[in-house]
């Protein structure tokens, strides 16, 4: 036999193999849905075993589906099976796949072991919370799409998404910035739906030294505390507000007063400039270059010596770099600005804390507001 007749009988041989791939039918009945709405599609068994652990499960053993070759899956319709398969089938749908599209699909691939299925959705949110910070600068943020998407990430087990989720939230709720993008931006129901997830991720076993669940000095309870979320938003807003007013306030001045320590006179008053904010609640007002340095500061004083503690505002006079309280405004506890009058001079006697009453008048706080450009 000639070369040439070699070749063409291999030739035919290739081709009838073809037709013959080409011409086989599908062994896997799979039925979508119920009643009316009942739907039948056809795969090679081996394809979609491939693709998912529990159909390679079901046609790898002695069962029902293995027997029949049919699964069915009624509570699945079939414009959702299709999309699902396509992400997995399709190179340009998985490119295309965002983080609404894994919301849909993540719970499917995590449920029927669809193991490629998890692994784009787990890489689609990773890239999705990676590019937060470029959407928080083009004000694109959907919060409910970023809370819903760190806790699917969890339910589904998305280890690298569900990581980056949740650092990014407790960033946001840890650190102080600029609305919009800043702890007032989540309500007591987002925090209540991201908790677990939170909770999972931030464990003593992340943290052995008790890291982020404890929140010794601030305002609103651990993060495990059933009222986290109500208490957090509620001093979140307040903070926010307060910082607001406090940004719009210049100076204050303070009245010409008198000072008495040691039994030696000292004459106050001027223009009180901000200092920094003091455990997020409220700033201290100071003067300096006078005769005597001041300040004006809420502050909790105890005394081991007299049964007596004083909580709230007070002016204080700096000598040899030691605080001594002149004057103090009571019931001033719970404001975050000093009270404009209502000042009481006081010392020290030996059993308390006694108001000292004085010819000279109290001072009195005037603000001096920032004013538009």
Known sequence: ????????????????????LRSSDPDLKVILGSGEDQVTKWYYATSLANKSKYIDTM???????SDTRTITFPDIT????????????????????????????????????????TNLCDCVLL???????????????????????????????????????????????RLPMDPPYNKTMFTESHLEKVLPAMLHELSDAAFPDG?????????????DDP????????????????????????????????????????????????DELISGRCFEYFNTGGMVDFKIKRMHYVDDEVPFEFEGW???????????????????????????????????????????KEKHPAPTITYVLNKEA
């Not at 036999?1 to 013959?20: P, R």
């Not at 928080?136 to 969890?154: F, N």
Request: aromatic share 12%.
């Open 211 to 223: 890291g982020p669940l404890y929140n010794p000095g601030y305002p609103y309870p651990n993060l």
């Open 227 to 274: 009222d986290f979320p109500k208490e957090f938003v509620k001093v979140s807003i307040q903070q926010t507000e307060e910082a607001l007013l406090h940004s719009c306030i210049k100076h204050i001045k303070l009245s010409d007063a008198e000072c008495v320590v040691n039994d030696r006179s000292y004459n106050i008053g001027g223009t009180c400039k901000k």
């Open 314 to 356: 007070a002016i204080i006079v700096l000598i040899n770099e030691v605080e001594e309280i002149c004057w103090v405004a009571p019931c001033s506890a719970a404001l975050n600005f000093p009270p404009k009058s209502g000042w009481k001079k006081f010392k020290k006697t030996d059993s308390f804390f006694a108001y000292k």
């Open 78 to 117: 079939l414009e959702f099976w299709e999309a699902a398969i396509d992400f997995v089938d399709n190179p340009v749908a998985a490119r295309k796949m965002e983080a609404s599209d894994v919301l849909n699909v993540a719970k499917f691939y995590d449920k029927y072991e669809f193991v490629d299925g």
């Open 1 to 20: 036999m000639s070369s040439k007749d070699t070749n063409t009988e291999t030739k035919v041989e290739i081709d009838n193999n073809k037709h013959h």
């Open 59 to 65: 046609l790898s053993t002695p069962m029902k589906e």
């Open 127 to 173: 890239d999705y919370f990676k590019h937060l910070k470029v959407k928080e600068k083009e004000l694109s943020i959907d919060v409910d799409l970023l809370i819903d998407s760190v806790v699917i990430s969890h339910e589904t087990n998305l280890k690298k998404a569900v990581e980056a989720g949740v650092h990014y939230i407790w960033g946001i709720l």
